[in-house]
């Protein structure tokens, strides 16, 4: 599959690092980029040669979210066409979660919405002192369905429930407080911190990395076919009813939802 929407690197070491690469739309997940990053995601699990994959992203934002002309286009499709689509992104974060490799993020800019649903499939994350972070879903009448059992599992529900559904935007040492992220760094220490994340593993079997990673999620909070699927259900739900067609288009008409007070 040739990618245009995301960027594979892989050096001499076996680093594979995997770029949002739509900078232009800042990284939005739409429909094309998901369909690469969880193809992406099976080919560097099954590539011996690979022994880290890196999350990055090209442009000054990490990932802004969901594509909302994406969105809308599901919520005046069909009812197949909707289910199909809400799968798109559980299907992309199950892939990145069940990878073989670590992954780790490198996060900058803004990481909104199922941008945080990315970091949460992360195995580690390292963050820019000056990133922002959002669950902006309800803001536009959605709600963080997909993600949510990832970053439920990074999280906890006592600290996701702080952020979870306000849309309050937080910065990086929240974020790090609330298990996002593992270490805020200086802009210019970005790469150097995720380096020291990488250098370990190069010294591990990567059999037995895998193996660690596979009973890491064993023993974690369950994410199975039926967690997966009340999700897509639920956002179905939220596309389906009065609050997210009202969400999506006062963006597009650059003007308050109906519900906004202040």
């Known amino acids: 599959m040739s990618y245009q929407a995301i960027r594979i690197e892989t050096d001499v070491r076996g680093v594979a690092t995997l770029s949002l690469a739509q900078p232009e739309k800042r990284n939005a997940l739409s429909s094309a980029m998901l369909d690469e990053l969880t193809d992406a995601a099976a080919v560097l699990s099954a590539d011996r040669a690979v022994r880290v994959v890196i999350l990055a992203a090209d442009g000054p934002v990490f990932c802004a979210g969901g594509d909302l002309g994406w969105m809308r286009e599901q919520m005046a499709a069909d009812a197949a066409t909707r289910r199909a689509g809400a799968r798109q992104l559980a299907t992309m974060l199950n892939a990145m979660n069940v990878m073989d490799k670590p992954l780790i993020g490198r996060v900058h800019g803004n990481a909104f919405g199922g941008g945080l649903g990315m970091m949460s499939v992360c195995d580690v994350v390292i963050a820019a002192e000056d990133t922002k972070f959002g669950f902006t879903e309800t803001r536009l009448g959605l709600i963080p369905a997909t993600i949510g059992p990832y970053v439920l599992a990074r999280m906890g529900e006592d600290k996701a429930r702080r952020v979870f559904m306000s849309a309050r ?40 990395v895998a193996q660690a990673k596979r009973l890491a999620r064993a023993l974690g909070p369950r994410i199975d076919e039926a967690v997966i699927a009340d999700t897509i259900d639920r956002l179905i739900a939220t596309w389906e009813g009065e609050e997210a067609p009202e969400g999506i288009a006062a963006f597009f008409d650059k003007r308050k939802p109906g519900w906004q007070q202040g």
Do not use: K, Q, S
């Open 169 to 208: 935007i937080f910065d990086a040492d929240e974020a790090e407080a609330l298990n996002l992220v593992a270490r805020v760094v200086a802009p210019d220490d970005l790469d150097t911190a995720v380096e020291a994340e990488v250098a370990p593993y190069l010294h591990c079997a990567p059999g037995a």
